[in-house]
């Protein structure tokens, strides 16, 4: 009897996941779907899903739509909107799907183009990214921990960070500087500031609380302490690296 009900459930489980699974996530089928995209959609969803005369696809809303769903509005279009019809074969929309789906998918749960290895080398290695940003307690400050990047973020916007730094900066991780009144200059992040105080994290993971009163000069930077990199090929390798960053799949994380 227990056994029968949880074959049941299993089954049940099971067509929920193969529900799930109806888009393809690997990056030929992005790739190619992003082709499509241009050509067919980015008039009025914009070039990064943004949105213009149609809706932006980066909302909760167009991330939290149903597989089926998806692709049914892709093929037979809205009716009674200006979201037209696109009569192409299924594999084609499969894959304009994939890559509307890679706007806002976790990086951990796609497959971007680029070799980890290279990433994880470049990262340790000649790119210095590891003297700024910890992965599993390796590495230093005062950059955002990285051990659970591919989590948090898309790999577009992985991307964006390696090359364009100053874009979009992570919250409490501006840059600054402060020339003390007793005379040393403190580097870092700003973890907090008021008209009152400011926590400064600086390279070797010191948290420094300083009252405005001891303060010479406070400069916050607009730019990003974090210098862009502009090798596109190094850029994805990075990208494959870090978005198999997740803590929710601990072991083997930094090496796969
Ligand atoms: C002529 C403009 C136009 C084109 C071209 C177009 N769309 Fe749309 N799309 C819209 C509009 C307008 C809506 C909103 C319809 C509504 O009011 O619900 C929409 C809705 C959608 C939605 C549902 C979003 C949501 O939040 O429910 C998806 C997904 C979508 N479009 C994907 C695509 C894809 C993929 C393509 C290319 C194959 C495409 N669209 C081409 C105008 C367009
Ligand atoms: C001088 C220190 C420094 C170096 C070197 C550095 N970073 Fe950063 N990085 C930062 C800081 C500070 C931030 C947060 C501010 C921002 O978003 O720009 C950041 C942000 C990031 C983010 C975004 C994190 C998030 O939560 O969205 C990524 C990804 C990243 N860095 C990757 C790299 C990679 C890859 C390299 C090596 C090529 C690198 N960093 C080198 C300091 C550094």
Redesign the pocket.
Known sequence: MRRAIFSIFSVCLCSLFAQRNLIPTDSPAVEAGRQIYMGACSGCHGATGEGSQGPSLLSGRASRLPDRTLLNSIQNGLPGTSMPNFPMGSEKINQVAAFVRSLTAPAITTQPAGDVER?KR??FGA???????MILGQG?H???D?SN?GS??TSG??LE??MK??????EG???VVAALKSGPTIQG?AKNHNNYSVQILD?DGRLHLLNREEIAKLELMDA????S?SDAA??RH?VA??ARQSTRMKEGALSK
């Open positions: 990433g470049y990262f790119g210095k990214c590891s003297t700024c940003h230093g005062p950059g955002p990285l990047i948090e973020r916007q992985i960070s390696i730094p100053s874009a979009r900066i992570a991780y501006r840059g992040v390279k990003s302490l974090m210098p990199t190094e850029a990075l690296f870090l």
